[in-house]
T-cell receptor, first 116, second 112 residues
């Protein structure tokens, strides 16, 4: 049973560039959430995708966008990178709201993004 | 919006001592979840509490959900070096459909 997988694991980008991070949810899960975790802080909710649509969004600018594919995998795109975007980006999967009474989420190992 | 707070931010204990971290939400939670993140790792789900006043145990770990469903605690008895990491509480809002919001975490260091 595959867990949540993310790629790449580490990457370095320059200010102003764009980045795409990828995630495959845990087998059987259909909902993907993305979190940003800065050093020493808790994960901050970016957005959640279900049925290929953005369902909920946290307090992040429009530079952060995403996509979910028919196979439930997802991408996170960040445009016009800033130094402050340097963080661990975590993908989490869960079952759809309607079938889950607890909405427990399972994290991938994350993608470490450094913006220089 | 919903805010989740945790205290203390850091805790250093001697191996064998007990440890407790407290979690408070600004709004009522439909459930509370606890996660552990080892240094350099990703958050790993520990447990979920749903009922008001619920208490659950996992070996040396005891989790409690407050009567008002706005606070929770995690207590570790006789800490071991394997307990080192950051413990996060997290919860959706009024319904389990809401996004899961994480607290800032409590970082536990265990001195051998």
């Amino acid at each position: 049973d595959a867990g949540v997988t993310q790629s790449p694991t580490h990457l370095i980008k320059t200010r102003g560039q764009q980045v795409t991070l990828r995630c495959s949810p845990k087998s059987g899960h259909d909902t993907v959430s993305w979190y940003q975790q800065a050093l020493g802080q808790g994960p901050q909710f970016i957005f959640q995708y279900y049925e290929e649509e953005e369902r909920q969004r946290g307090n992040f600018p429009d530079r952060f966008s995403g996509h979910q594919f028919p196979n439930y995998s997802s991408e996170l795109n960040v445009n016009a990178l800033l130094l402050g975007d340097s963080a661990l980006y975590l993908c989490a999967s869960s079952l759809a709201w309607r079938r889950s009474s607890g909405n427990t989420i399972y994290f991938g190992e994350g993608s470490w993004l450094t913006v220089v | 919006g919903q805010q989740v707070m945790q205290i203390p931010q850091y805790q250093h204990v001697q191996e064998g001592e007990d440890f407790t971290t407290y979690c408070n939400s600004s709004t009522t939670l439909s459930n509370i979840q606890w996660y552990k993140q080892r240094p350099g790792g990703h958050p790993v789900f520990l447990i979920q509490l749903v009922k008001s006043g619920e208490v659950k145990k996992q070996k040396r770990l005891t989790f409690q959900f407050g009567e008002a469903k706005k606070n929770s605690s995690l207590h570790i008895t006789a800490t071991q070096t394997t307990d080192v990491g950051t413990y996060f509480c997290a919860g959706p809002g009024k319904t389990s459909y809401d996004k899961v919001i994480f607290g800032p975490g409590t970082s536990l260091s265990v001195i051998p």
